[in-house]
């Protein structure tokens, strides 16, 4: 297991400057072919680009999203995420969806 981070001034973080601090510690990881890699992160790394990235190197990643961020599921109309059904306490998944109605990231 890998655990790295770096302490930044107080404040936001763009996903250019996240993407570079993953990029400084992807030598150090071993293939992803080989060896599931999991990336997790608050809402600070809900970028679109971030994600984008994490997909590209074909690792696995769960981050924080605000619930007014629009998804669509099978074609339809975009909603909210704190449109999902639920109660208190329990967990919903949905997948196959596009996340952003900005972005439509997959």
Known sequence: MLLAWEVLAYGGTAADTQIELLKRIQ????????VRISFFGDAEFRAVELQRFCQQQCWHWQVGVKSDTLYQVDGGGWKT??????????????????????????
Request: overall charge positive.
């Open 27 to 34: 030598p150090l990881l071993p293939d992803p072919k080989l």
């Open 81 to 106: 995420l704190r449109s999902i059904p639920r109660e208190r306490g329990e967990r919903r998944y949905v997948q196959q969806i596009l996340l952003t109605q900005q972005h439509a990231f997959c």
